[in-house]
Nanobody, 126 residues
C-alpha cells in the first residue's frame, strides 16, 4: 500500500506563493506518475497538474503559467509550486499516484490514480 502525505498548505494573500510537498512511500518513485487535484468549497474535485515518469508535465488551463509541478525521485517528494495565487485557488489540495508503464503517459482523471493523500488546505484571501 502506497502512502502519500501532503504538506505546505496555509493561508496567503492574493498574489502570494506557496509550495506544496507530497512525500510518498512508493518505491521506486521513478516508476510512478503523480498528480495534484483540488477541491474548493462547494465544488467537485478537479485535476490541477500531472507529472510522468520522465520530466514531462502538464497543468490545467486555470493554473497554466502560475503553477509548476515537479518530482524529486531521489527524495520521494512531489512538489507543486504555486505563484500569483488567486482567491479561486482556495481549496483542499490532494496528491495522487499510480504506477506508469509508459513514459509518455500523463494521467489526468481521478480514476487514473490508485493512491491518494489526505490533503492540505490552501486559503487565498483577497
Amino acid at each position: 500500500q502506497v502512502q502519500l502525505v501532503e504538506s505546505g498548505g496555509g493561508s496567503v494573500q492574493a498574489g502570494g506563493s506557496l509550495r506544496l510537498s507530497c512525500v510518498g512511500s512508493a518505491y521506486p518513485y521513478s516508476r510512478y506518475c503523480m498528480g495534484w487535484f483540488r477541491q474548493g468549497p462547494g465544488k467537485e474535485r478537479e485535476w490541477v497538474a500531472s507529472v510522468g515518469t520522465t520530466a514531462m508535465t502538464t497543468v490545467a488551463e486555470s493554473v497554466k503559467g502560475r503553477f509548476i509541478i515537479s518530482k524529486d525521485n531521489a527524495k520521494n517528494i512531489l512538489y507543486l509550486e504555486m505563484n500569483s495565487l488567486k482567491p479561486e485557488d482556495t481549496a483542499m489540495y490532494y496528491c495522487a499516484a499510480r504506477i506508469c508503464g509508459s513514459s509518455s503517459f500523463l494521467p489526468r482523471g481521478q480514476n487514473d490514480f490508485a493512491y491518494w493523500g489526505q490533503g492540505t488546505q490552501v486559503t487565498v484571501s483577497s
